[in-house]
């Protein structure tokens, strides 16, 4: 039996959820919903679903029996409460990324699912990628051993995507929120949820105020940088951008006590190819070339397999409804990207470090 799904939000992303739901297959879109009527009505049209099952108030649209589970769509100011409404239904969740616009919506949508006992995951489709799948597994093993300093690092030097992005009434905040949750949570991901305690950062937006098509307009930033420390003494330097006079802000690494890797390569640095290394990789179906053979050495992995993102998302979210399992992202761990982009914009607005705390769940 298909998963029935009801989605929530009719503008841009919900077509890439469409088209995901789509392709993967085993999923049935039954319900449709928009505050624009027409927009919604357009969409189901589109989608093919029932003229009854079009809604512009996502209450009435949860009443349906029918729904297993929600696709959030909204813009992100707009996250908390219909996946808060949907749990509370005994649906589970996708919801597109960010987790939420603060840290306070988003510690209300993990407790809700918490509460509810359903899955809730958060469309962060680049966790997916196979080659970051493989860097985990190296340091889940302890292969690099223990983590002191990482860096998370992405860049555009032209790229506002405009829009609703731009304005905090509808995103929240800028690149951070937009583009940057990607980097920030893959890296935290990586690296096993380590728990935030400080940050010391800065947010700015002087190219975009030159661009007539933001000025006046514009209330996010366009650039973020931080300094990150967990509490198991580690550090992390984390940047973003959409907009800077440079190409390249750096790369996504973590520096370990054993060895280095590049989550970007994966690349790892080390002092040797370790017996350890070579049995993953293996286990795993690579190939791996260490350069030089002995020694103090970098090795370089082939033989990863394409894969289409959304269509891996949608995958795991589908076998996590049909098998009962968890999340295959715990929401847990997700918010810990909310709570240092909470720490990023209060350090900005302070100027100086702020402590951050993980809430209770």
Sequence with gaps: MAIRVGIVGTGGISRAHH???????????????????????????????????????YNKMLEMDEIDTVSVCTYNQAHRRPTVAALNAGKHVFCEKPMAATLADATAMVRAAKTSGKILQIGLKSAFTPKLQFAKKVIDQGIIGGIYYSESARCRRRGNPG?????????????????????????????????????????????????????????????????????NGGVMVFKISWAVHQDSLGGVFCLGKNAGISLDGPIVYADSYSKELQKLVKSEGLTAKADPPEGMTTIRFKGFPEVDVWEAQMTAFREAVKTDAVSPLPPEGVLLTNVIMDGIFRSHESKKEVAVKVPEI
């Excluded at 297959?25 to 009854?52: L, M, R, S, T, Y």
């Excluded at 609703?164 to 009434?169: D, L, N, R, V």
């Excluded at 947010?203 to 990150?228: C, L």
């Design 163 to 231: 829009r609703t992005f731009i304005y905090k009434k509808t995103a929240g905040a800028g690149a951070i929120v937009d583009i940057g949750v990607y980097n920030l949570h893959n890296s935290l991901y990586a690296m096993g949820y380590p728990k935030p305690v400080r940050v010391s950062a800065i947010t700015e937006d002087y190219i975009s105020m030159q661009n007539p098509r933001f000025r006046d307009k514009m209330d996010v930033e366009e650039f973020g940088a931080a300094w990150v420390r967990f509490e």
């Design 19 to 57: 088209r995901a739901y789509t392709k993967v297959g085993g999923f049935e879109i039954v319900a449709v919903c928009d505050i624009i009527a027409e927009k919604a009505q357009q969409a189901a049209e589109n989608w093919g679903v029932p003229k009854k099952n079009v809604f512009t108030s």
